[in-house]
């Protein structure tokens, strides 16, 4: 397999391919992983979204909500992991609610994963710039979901900038 340790070396891209702009502006969100910490994720908040009827779970480092709660920047290196499940559906197609007066979880559909790290963010125009933050889709089994509109997300994200990007913010912030 001579050809291997090239199609091995993802992290190699951006370096290739960094001469540039316009590509460099598609590989931000190759520079976001699933995150290898997840596992020991503190989960933050749940959200019931009416919109696109899906139970999402939230989760980040305890560093980052140490950091908000103390009033802090968030840190480099933090990562927030948005864990979406469709939600059961009762017979007129409305979202189930349980007790907790959320929707009641069905199989899972996406993770939706934004990074910051310091130095990261430069090389987008400020209209479209979400400070050092970075954006990746994920499908259920954590591959990467090529379909997933990036741009879209750096768009809809970026009227929070005074949260630092976070819609969530203040859960963080309020976490127990
Ligand atoms: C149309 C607007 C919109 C788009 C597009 C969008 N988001 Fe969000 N995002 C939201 C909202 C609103 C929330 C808060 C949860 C909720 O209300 O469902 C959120 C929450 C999140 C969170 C949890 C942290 C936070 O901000 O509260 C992550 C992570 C996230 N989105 C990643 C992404 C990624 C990755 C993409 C692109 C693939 C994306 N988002 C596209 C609106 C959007």
Known sequence: MKTFPIAACAACAGVLIAGTAIVQVKAGPELVKFPAGYSSAVRYGVV??????????????????????????????????????????????????GADGHF??????????MERRAGWGKEYPDNLRNGEW?????????AVNSKANIKGCFECHKPKDADDYLFSLGMMRSHK
């Open 104 to 113: 009641v979880k069905d199989e899972l559909s996406a993770y939706a994963v």
């Open 48 to 97: 019931s979204n009416p919109k696109n009827k899906l139970y999402r779970e939230l989760y980040t480092t305890k560093a980052a909500v140490d950091a908000v709660k103390a009033g802090k920047p968030i840190p480099s290196g933090t990562w927030v992991v948005m864990k979406s499940f469709k939600s059961k559906l009762d017979a007129s197609g409305a979202p189930l609610k």
């Open 134 to 142: 970075e954006y990746q889709a994920f499908t259920p089994a954590r």
